[in-house]
């Protein structure tokens, strides 16, 4: 559609134009996050089985994984195109995916989906969370930098 060189023709700057997708990637998970949470909250308080600890699980996880895809693809993209970008994003993906599921297999489903409320394990959701924030915000400056060398 070549919405590239669309894209910069528009009164924006290269770097806004790609906060723009960051920011709106943030935006879509954070409420996606909170969606799940209000959720479950619901679900467990009907139930009188609401547990703080998994709610911020859930909302971590699902912010977590919501924002590590993008922060792989979206440079990805940026550097080699759309087009090459989707191959190389579904292989990496794949990789993904296949290791998710050799955790799961290694550590077995109640394991990986259940935390425990003590210990390291109860911080384990806010430390994966502020690596994979820390890992969104690398790559926004990558992708930034990135986007302004390239050439259409």
Known sequence: ?????????????RSEIVSAKYIMTLVLC?????????????????????????????VLLGLGTGLLIPSISTPIDLRFGTANGKILSLIWGGLLGGSGGLLMNWF???????????GITAYLPFIAAGVILLLYTFSWKLSVKIYEKREF
């Open 30 to 58: 954070g409420c996606s996050a909170l969606v799940s949470g209000i959720f479950y909250t619901v679900a467990t308080s009907l139930k009188r089985d609401f547990d703080f600890h998994n709610l911020a699980f859930i």
């Open 108 to 118: 077995g489903s109640d394991g990986v989906v259940k935390t425990s409320s003590s």
């Open 1 to 13: 559609s070549k919405w590239q060189q669309f894209s910069l023709a528009l009164p924006y700057s």
